[in-house]
């Protein structure tokens, strides 16, 4: 290939629609907007980037010479309104570009990179609200990684499954010689790596799962306790600290269906994620469960692998310990399709059944207490699972033989089971939902007056207020909340319906809230002082009733912006990532308060916020008008009375 001058070189990147390959052609080309506009990236999965579509859009992008020390060493690309859309540059002294990056917003979110020269891209960067991940590029295809988070590398595999490309599947699962490296004993790795074909069916079993979710389904979040890590001294033959994920949801969120209803959620279960390096991977592929079923923790894997070897040092060896838990997860790996849901009702209720003496088993050889009754009530829940199928005729009387024995396993089985009857029933083809959730309240003040002072004494009182609050028994739910507050203060439930309380009587007083937004700037709703204001409480995993009404609030909001209507979000997604996802997909221009701890965050908590979303109607003195708004349409009503009655400011003032 002839050598060519610097623009030449650029023009040839630019024309030839991916950083791909760079084919010759005439230096007198030049560089324009549309052969920016051209140059897509590497990877056409997960990148979202801006591109104006619209011809005077197009006409109106300007393009910049970048140069160093007299030196074209690039071009920029900006929209009309001087926002940089992209940057292709080179780097490292060549005649050829080397970077190339995509922007959103004005922010770069996409980069690829050409590390040896062969202008070809090698490796690809999502960036700001992208995301963290830094893939290693062949031939345009990803083939791993250097950086992933365990919530990227979720999104990532319903994404690739999705698009049927699974190469990008293979890349996020942790080979034998990763996992051997990051200081498994072989041994241990060869008994958690699944063969080919079985890897083969469960690819092919997800991507019917994310077919059928919808063609608009997309991921929802990743959800998980915290992490933890096994130390080098732990267990015989592991040679470095291990840090896990075990038993981890993926939720995807369906398209609306037909008539505005919602459709079925898709629940994945990730039965083990592992770190190594900067790079989260699946040990073993995640599995669909049933949202309406009981999930079964997985107990196969790499814990359970090294039990099976492990040695505590010092000479202590627990061989009944190591024993039961070898059986458990020996048996768990075996039947762990049945375990999922897959199968008859009667052979999902046969295996969970002989599930049971192997927890009791592990249960038994526990030492601590807190751990015995925790194995004790997995195996409450495998009963309760056999139950719920409808194929064990003795079910019932074996589990109220449990509750009969009373104490915190009793208590444990009487609140499973009342939950377990509920589903059941509204399972019945002719099933009445209303007579079903007076029943199941019926049934949980029973459970009170049995088990009034059990570990799930608060999180029923939290039921059955919220439950009373959305029946429009608001009395009757201030009554739960108040025996609640008092008989269990310092619990999560406790404090939620503390919160409960002090939303419920909102109304007439006056309310400011103030906390970070996702840039960790403050957001604060009494700078907006003499405007009418609606603060609305949401997640991006509130399902379509979110995903609904929160584009027609930004309806509202634009439609009486001249009248002075501001509008200020209290997110409750886990990730910030999600957030600006969902304000992207939806155009949600007013500022949010980003509270990363969900629905057990602090102002979810501080107002007892029990369902999303929740919206306030402040008016222009600052005080409550309602409290209990869930739909744009209820708020549109309020709104008439409220503008009318706010005066006209000369002064706008903004958020800070």
Not at 9 to 22: D, E, N, Q, V, Y
Not at 79 to 91: A, K, V, W, Y
Not at 480 to 509: I, M, N, Q
Not at 560 to 579: E, H, I, P, T, Y
Request: charged fraction near 25%; proline fraction near 5%.
């Amino acid at each position: 290939m002839r050598k060519l001058g610097f623009a030449a070189t650029l023009a040839i990147g630019l024309g030839a629609g991916s950083p791909a390959t760079l084919a010759q052609a005439p230096a007198s080309q030049g560089i324009t907007p549309q052969a920016m506009l051209a140059l897509k990236p590497a990877q056409s999965i997960g990148v979202e980037y801006e591109t104006p579509t619209d011809q005077a859009a197009i006409d109106a992008c300007k393009v910049e010479t970048l140069t160093e020390q007299g030196r074209v060493i690039g071009y920029l690309l900006r929209d009309g309104q001087g926002r940089t859309l992209r940057r292709f540059l080179s780097t490292k002294g060549g005649k050829g570009l080397d970077q190339w990056s995509y922007y959103q917003d004005g922010f770069e979110v996409y980069r690829d990179l050409d590390l040896d020269g062969d202008r070809r891209a090698d490796e690809c960067r999502w960036l700001n609200a992208g995301g963290t991940r830094v893939g290693v590029v062949r031939d345009n295809k990803i083939v791993g990684w250097k950086r992933i988070s365990a919530e990227e590398a979720t999104k990532v595999l319903v994404q690739a499954l999705a698009a049927g490309d699974a190469g990008l599947v293979d890349s996020l699962i942790a080979t034998d010689e990763e996992l051997t490296a990051a200081g498994l004993p072989k041994e241990v790795v060869g008994k958690v790596v699944d063969a080919p074909d079985k890897r083969a069916e469960q690819v092919a079993e997800l991507a019917a799962a994310i077919k059928a979710a919808g063609e608009k389904a997309t991921w929802s979040k990743f959800d998980g306790t915290l992490p933890h890590a096994l130390p080098a001294d732990s267990a015989a033959g592991l040679a470095k600290d291990v840090v896990l994920y075990e038993n981890a949801m993926v939720f995807i969120s369906p398209p609306t269906a037909p008539g505005g209803q919602p459709s079925k959620l898709t629940m994945l279960q990730v039965p083990e994620m592992i770190q190594l390096g900067d790079a989260w991977k699946f040990v073993d592929l995640p599995r669909v469960v049933d949202p309406e079923k009981p999930i079964v923790a997985s107990a196969a894997g790499i814990r359970s692998a090294l039990y099976e070897s492990a040695e505590i040092p010092g000479g202590a060896h627990d061989e009944e310990m190591e024993a039961a838990l070898k059986a458990l997860a020996e048996f768990d790996k075996a039947n762990a399709e049945v375990l999922s849901g897959a199968g008859e009702r009667r052979d999902i209720a046969a295996v969970h059944l002989k599930r049971v003496p192997l927890l009791k088993g592990v249960g038994a050889a526990a030492k601590d207490a807190d751990e015995r009754l925790s194995y004790e009530k997995q195996a409450v829940d495998s009963l309760i699972a056999a139950f719920q199928t409808g194929a064990w005729a003795k079910g019932r009387e074996t589990i109220e033989g449990v509750v009969k024995a009373g104490g915190p396993l009793g208590s444990y089985a009487s609140y499973r089971l009342i939950g377990a009857d509920f589903v059941l029933r509204n399972e019945e083809p002719n099933g009445n939902f209303v007579a079903n959730q007076k029943k199941w309240m019926t049934d949980l003040e029973a459970f009170l007056e049995e088990f009034p002072k059990s570990d799930e004494a608060p999180e029923v009182w939290l039921q059955l207020g919220s439950s009373n609050e959305f029946n429009a028994e608001e009395d009757k739910a201030r009554e739960d909340y108040k025996k609640l507050v008092s008989d269990f203060p310092e619990t999560l439930a406790g404090r939620k319906a503390a919160g409960a309380l002090k939303r419920l009587d909102l109304e007439g007083k006056p309310l400011a809230l103030k906390g970070a937004g996702a840039d960790g700037a403050p957001v604060d709703t009494a700078t907006l002082a003499g405007k009418p204001v609606l603060i609305v409480f949401w997640a991006s995993w509130g399902g379509q009733t979110v995903s609904r009404e929160l584009p027609d609030v930004a309806k509202l909001a634009e439609k009486n912006a001249s009248k002075g209507l501001q509008v200020v979000g209290v997110c409750l997604d886990n990730d910030k990532a999600q957030l600006e996802a969902f304000q992207k997909e939806h155009n949600l221009p007013w500022p949010q308060i980003f509270e990363p701890d969900g629905i057990d965050g602090r102002l979810a908590v501080e107002y007892g916020i029990i369902s999303l979303p929740t919206m306030f109607l402040v008016d222009a003195e600052g005080k409550v008008v309602n409290r209990n708004l869930r739909s744009a349409s209820e708020v549109e009503r309020q709104l008439e009375k409220v503008l009318s009655a706010s005066k006209p400011q000369s002064v706008a003032v903004g958020v800070k």
